[in-house]
Each structure stands twice: as C-alpha cells, then as structure tokens.
C-alpha cells in the first residue's frame, strides 16, 4: 500500500495545472472531475486528465481521478473516459453504501482484463462525507478488494448535519474518530480534512499535526504550498525513528531471555507499546522484523 501523506487536489480541465503539480512531488494527485470542475467543464476535465494519464511525467506521484458520485449518470460517465486510461485509483464521492463501490470495482476489473494490466491494479479511495455514510461504515469497509483508503469529507458533512465550522474542528471530533477507527478495523488508510485557510501555514501545522495524534495516514491538500508541511507531519521525525528502532531492539533482547514486559528509559513497557514503535517505522515507510 502506498504512502498517502500529502493528497492534492487539481482541477482537471487545466491541463497546465496538472503538469505543474506532477513536479511538485507529493504522495498523491487527486485529479479532480467532481466540485473543483464548473458544470458545463465536466467532459472537458474528463477527457483531459485522460489525457494526461497517459502523457505527462507524474514522477513518484500517485495519480489518483475523482470522479463524480455514480449515482448519477455523470459518474458512470467519467469511468468509461479515464478507466482505458489506467489510472492508479478512483476517489470515490458521497459514498453512502457498499453498491456505491460496485459499479467502480466491475468496471475496472474489465478494463485492466482488456488492457492486459494485473487485476487489482485500479484502487479505490471513499470518500465520506455524508451521515449515511457513518451509518453505513461498516459495510462500505468491505465492500471491495480494491478499497485501500477512507477520505474525511469535512464540508459536505457541516452542510449535512448543520455544524459550524471553527478553527478546533471540535465539531468533527466523533466523526474523525469514526473514521479513523473504522480504517484501521479493516487496514484501510485514513486521510483526514483539507484546511481551507490554505495561505495560512500555522493553522495547515496545527491540523496536520492533530489529525496525525489522531490516527490519520495523510491529509487533503488545495495548494502547493500545503504539500511539504503535510509530509513533514505526518512522517515521524529522525528522532522518533531513532527511539522506535532502538526500542525494538530492547524488546528483542528481553524476548530472548524469556521476559515480556520490561521497564525501558523510565517506563513499563509492554505490547501495545512495541506496536506503536512499529507503527512509527512503518509510516516512516522502514520496514522491522520483529514479528509479534
């Protein structure tokens, strides 16, 4: 599964757009069809991000396409232009049930069967962003072999519900949790809010850092700018790395000699501990074996 940190949104009808934010090196494109497209742009975007998918240099980035909900025709529409095109994923809008995901995982087995790619080589990306959707998590959650991510929609969700937006985000609070919870029940990545004052770096830190404590994986992003504080926080610092791997290593030795908990640098540490070590490793993208 990929690394999805930064995840950045670009609007697909410009494709000079699209070719600058190819070089800017974040995790993830997020090629948009959906809300960043006007209306009467819809096929216009659709046809150049196809495109573009098979033209422009995307280096290490990830090319993931939004398209429209599937539930309206425009979406079943949006998959026949870009799926030939082999795109990396699918993001998903306004899903609300697992046959949401069905027509998205059929077709895209067909095209990489026509295309002659490997089977489950289109993923899926979901985002939730209604209450039906929170009703329905569980189920959306295995729906679908090709489902790698859930997607935080945080302003389709206040305009569902009725909240107000303020700069704590407390009013999404259960909602981040749900979600974060959910991913993790069926290791699934958890992307979390954009932060719309995108020019304003201090609040971009705070949120990035507070969906990261929260369990979040990565976080949508709106402009270049956004795209290094992002990595930066949710990748564990030099330090952390240095304190998990040494960590493990302490842990290997007390398991050799038959001890399970043990105290480490002033504290008792047991299980849980040792898997929160591992996890820093692994969002660092460094791989342990110290199997548990």
């Known amino acids: 599964m990929r690394a999805r940190r930064a995840l950045m949104y670009v609007p697909g009808d410009d494709m000079h757009k699209i070719e600058k934010a190819a070089a800017l090196g974040a995790d993830t494109l997020m ?3 959906e809300d960043g497209v006007a209306l009467g742009r819809k096929d216009a975007a659709a046809e150049t991000i196809a495109r573009a998918l098979t033209s ?14 599937v539930r309206e025709n425009r979406g079943e529409r949006d998959l026949e232009i870009i799926l030939p095109s082999l795109p990396d994923g699918i993001v998903l809008p306004k899903v609300e049930n697992a046959a949401d995901l069905d027509l998205v995982c059929q077709k895209a087995g067909e095209i990489e069967k026509t295309k002659g790619a490997p089977q489950g080589h289109i993923k899926i990306l979901a985002l939730i962003e209604t209450p039906q959707a929170y009703m329905n998590l569980r189920e959306i959650c295995a729906s679908c072999d090709r489902l790698e ?26 909602a981040r949790e749900a ?10 990545q958890a992307v979390d809010l954009v932060t719309v004052e995108f020019r304003d770096l201090e609040v971009l830190e705070r949120e990035s850092l507070a969906g990261a404590r929260l369990g979040f994986s990565g976080k949508q992003v709106i402009h270049p700018a956004q795209v290094e504080p992002v990595q930066k926080a949710f ?6 790395i240095e304190k998990a791997r040494a960590l493990l290593a302490a842990f290997q030795v007390h398991q050799a000699g038959g001890r399970g908990a043990f105290e480490y640098d002033g504290k008792m540490v047991d299980m849980p501990v040792i898997r929160k070590a591992q996890n820093i490793l692994a969002r660092a993208g460094i791989e342990d074996n110290f199997k548990i």
């Open 149 to 174: 991510g859930l997607i935080f929609g945080a302003e389709d969700l206040a305009a569902a519900i009725g909240a107000t937006r303020t700069a704590e985000a407390t009013e999404f609070l259960y």
């Open 179 to 188: 979600l974060v919870m959910a991913a993790a029940a069926f290791g699934l």
């Open 235 to 240: 990748t564990p610092s030099a330090l952390e």
């Open 56 to 69: 422009v240099n995307f280096g290490r980035s990830e090319r993931l396409v939004r398209i429209n909900p």
């Open 31 to 33: 090629l948009d069809i």
